[in-house]
Nanobody
Framework: QLHLVESGGGLVQPGGSLRLSCAAS????????IGWFRQAPGEEREGVSS????????YYTDSVKGRFTISRDNAKNTVYLQMNSLKPEDTAVYYC????????????????????WGQGTQVTVSS
């Protein structure tokens, strides 16, 4: 069975940092693009960042550019989202997801392009 498990969420003060992890089991991430999404209460799921399968191109939504960094460690079958300078508006449940599709560009921010999802990890930014 294919599983994605997110971890690393928690409560952090504004300006703080967290590193989210997305560990895959039952398959190898080498052949998938990975996306990080978030969903705040009452809001739609929003694409935050993604990394392509072919050349490792990364994408970020405007609100996190310069603050978040996505990376992948294929040897550990894990993807990370380093989040710095966190703001209260970053508060949400964060999900990772995978898709075998290539060449989507900004389409990687569309949750309907993804096949498998993790269960999510809560990130709360508050003083």
């Amino acid at each position: 069975q294919l599983h994605l498990v997110e971890s690393g969420g928690g409560l952090v003060q504004p300006g703080g940092s967290l590193r989210l992890s997305c560990a895959a089991s039952g398959f190898t991430l080498d052949y998938y693009a990975i996306g990080w999404f978030r969903q705040a209460p009452g809001e739609e799921r929003e694409g935050v960042s993604s990394i392509s399968v072919s050349d490792g191109t990364t994408y970020y939504t405007d609100s996190v550019k310069g603050r978040f960094t996505i990376s992948r460690d294929n040897a550990k079958n894990t993807v990370y989202l380093q989040m710095n300078s966190l703001k209260p508006e970053d508060t949400a449940v964060y999900y990772c997801a995978v898709t075998p599709k290539i060449g989507l560009g900004l389409g990687y921010f569309d949750p309907y392009e993804y096949d498998y999802w993790g269960q999510g990890t809560q990130v709360t930014v508050s003083s």
